[in-house]
């Protein structure tokens, strides 16, 4: 199969054309600006809706529409401009739309810097706006994965009626990688038979809305949105495992970190230190049973989250380790990169017993 090379944001854009998107509405924020402009160039080229919205804030909410409305919906930003979004996306997973949501993450909190960081963890994982919701996050750690995890996220979108989050750090919206366009499986998506697109021969209009006055049929409906978490919790968790068949010290990354703890783990080998990588690939769904069943193997020491922030998804190591071994945390912030060298360092003092 024949390699190109392509920049990631541009690659994403692409990817999303190539899944099916029919609409992308969105406005322009560094490090996450390549993918508006790819559509602006490629959507209208393909027959497909293309709008720079006046602001975040009208760019999700006519995601909302175009989703309402049974089609495939996209938007991408970056920390800030996702932060504008969390109302809109609360409204999507309320009233069971399926959308894609793109974060191309950068140094905060607030307007912050534009160089790239995790510190959206938090914000993604838990939901963000208000409410008892989730969105299902993907994290891709290199271009290839960031192109068929874009491609896969509107069947996901589809197949549970609910939003998915692309969650990359700017250093993959920004790098240059050689990448092959490959054919991605695709699910078996139900119809949209609950699309407001006009009557089609039902005898009632559909109404769509995640207003519910009554406290019994909000709980009703909050409970209904469980069980749907549940059963993405129980079949979608995804992890990649590198060298733990034998690890004492178990690094934990995703994104551009665990590229870099992976480096990490061959220096800490060539120093005698049995170290492994596990990588989250869904945030959330995390893990945590493949995470606690791997760290409570005796011969696993202790564990070391690294992330670019000042620790987020530690808490989740954490609840998943469930206490069965010491959790340890090394993070840069602000757009600051951990190097291998850091966190070399910290996994030989979490591997002697502290940091």
């Not at 024949?2 to 322009?28: H, S």
């Not at 720079?52 to 401009?81: C, D, F, H, L």
């Not at 912050?112 to 706006?129: F, K, M, N």
Request: net charge negative.
């Amino acid at each position: 199969m024949k390699k190109e090379l392509w920049k990631g944001n541009e690659a994403i854009a692409e990817a999303a054309i190539r899944a099916g998107c029919d609409c992308f509405f969105g406005y322009p924020i560094t490090p996450q600006n390549e993918i508006p402009e790819y559509m602006a160039l490629r959507m209208p080229q393909e027959g497909r809706v293309f709008v720079q919205s006046e602001s975040e804030v009208a760019a999700i909410n006519m995601v909302y529409g175009a989703a309402a409305s049974g089609k495939r919906a996209m938007t991408s930003s970056s920390s800030p401009g996702v932060s504008l979004k969390q109302e809109g996306i609360s409204y999507l997973a309320a009233t069971n739309l399926p959308a894609v949501i793109v974060n191309v993450m950068r140094g905060g909190p607030g307007l912050g810097s534009i160089q790239p960081s995790q510190a959206d963890y938090y914000q993604a994982t838990r939901g963000g706006g208000n409410g008892d919701y989730r969105t299902v996050v993907l994290a891709p750690c290199n271009i290839q994965e960031a192109v068929d995890l874009t491609q896969e996220a509107f069947d996901l979108a589809d197949a549970y009626r609910t939003p998915v989050v692309l969650l990359a750090d700017g250093m993959i919206g920004q790098m240059m990688e050689p990448i092959v366009w490959r054919d991605i499986p695709k699910r078996e998506c139900p119809p949209k038979d609950w699309a407001a697109s006009g009557r089609n021969g039902r005898d009632k209009n559909v109404f769509l809305t995640s207003l519910l006055i009554e406290a019994a049929d909000c709980e009703a409906h909050n409970l209904e949105l469980e069980k749907k978490y549940r059963a993405i919790a129980e079949k979608e968790a995804r992890w990649q495992e590198r060298e733990t068949e034998d690890c004492e010290i178990l690094i934990v990354a995703y994104g551009t970190p665990s590229r870099i703890a992976m480096s990490a783990v061959e220096q800490l080998r060539e120093k005698g230190i049995k170290a492994g990588l596990f990588r989250p690939i869904t945030l959330w769904p995390f893990p945590e049973q493949a995470l606690r069943q791997l760290a409570q193997q005796e011969r696993v020491k202790s564990v070391l989250t690294v992330e670019m922030s000042l620790g987020q998804m530690v808490d989740d190591v954490r609840l998943a380790v469930n206490g069965a071994k010491p959790v340890y945390f090394e993070g840069r912030s602000g757009g600051s990169i951990p190097t291998v060298k850091e966190i070399v360092d910290a996994a030989e003092r979490a591997w002697k017993g502290g940091l």
